[in-house]
Every structure is written in structure tokens, then in C-alpha cells.
């Protein structure tokens, strides 16, 4: 089983930056590799970055390359997503999740444990 907790979420002007976090507890947290997706009102759960176990490999959705980095620190059993120029469409309840490989590492499905959510909001 394996714990997880996001934070640093919340409101932003549009093109401002916000970090997230989302820490791990519980089972060794360097055997997963883990994912961020979001989900706004009305939407489907949809695939926003991952990284593997030992942060080698990354991919992210096109809507968010080249704003967003994933990166990960397994002393902390923690990852985070570096969010910069921020848009409103954007806004959306973040959430992390581990899984074992990242085989279809876009699709919710495939994921094992998931965290809560942390909502970001970014007003125009």
C-alpha cells in the first residue's frame, strides 16, 4: 500500500507559476513510477506528466510541455510538478498517482494508488 498526499495548490494570476508536491509513504517509493493528472468540472480525469522510478525517462501532455516539469526525489519520497505560465484553462483539481511501470502511462486505469487532489485555480 502506498500513501499519497498533494499540497501546493491553490490560486494564481494567469502566467504565474505554482509548485506541487506530493509525498509517499508506505511501501519503498523508488520501486514506482508516478504520474499528475487533473480534472476540472465537467471533464474527464485527464493525463498531465510522469516520470519513471529513477526520474530517467518523463513524458507530458501536449497541452502543458514546455510549461510544466515533473521531476522526483526519492530521499524525500516525494514528486512535484513545476507549474509555470499558468493558463485558466489550467484550473482543475491536481492529482498524483504511482503505479509500477509506465506502460500506458497516460491512462488513469493503469495507475494503482492515488492521492487526494489539490485544487489550483488560476484566474484571467
Known amino acids: 500500500q502506498v500513501q499519497l498526499v498533494e499540497s501546493g495548490g491553490g490560486l494564481v494570476q494567469a502566467g504565474g507559476s505554482l509548485p506541487l508536491s506530493c509525498a509517499a509513504s508506505?511501501?519503498?517509493?523508488?520501486?514506482?513510477?508516478m504520474g499528475w493528472f487533473r480534472q476540472a468540472p465537467g471533464k474527464e480525469r485527464e493525463f498531465v506528466a510522469a516520470?519513471?522510478?529513477?526520474?530517467?525517462?518523463?513524458y507530458y501532455a501536449d497541452s502543458v510541455k514546455g510549461r510544466f516539469t515533473i521531476s522526483r526525489d526519492n530521499a524525500k519520497n516525494t514528486v512535484y510538478l513545476q507549474m509555470n505560465s499558468l493558463k485558466p484553462e489550467d484550473t482543475a483539481v491536481y492529482y498524483c498517482?504511482?503505479?509500477?511501470?509506465?506502460?500506458?502511462?497516460?491512462?488513469?486505469?493503469?495507475?494503482?494508488?492515488w492521492g487526494q487532489g489539490t485544487q489550483v485555480t488560476v484566474s484571467s
Open positions: 516520470i519513471s522510478w529513477n526520474g530517467g525517462t518523463t
Open positions: 508506505g511501501r519503498t517509493f523508488n520501486n514506482y513510477a
Open positions: 498517482a504511482a503505479r509500477g511501470s509506465l506502460v500506458n502511462y497516460n491512462s488513469p486505469a493503469a495507475y494503482i494508488y
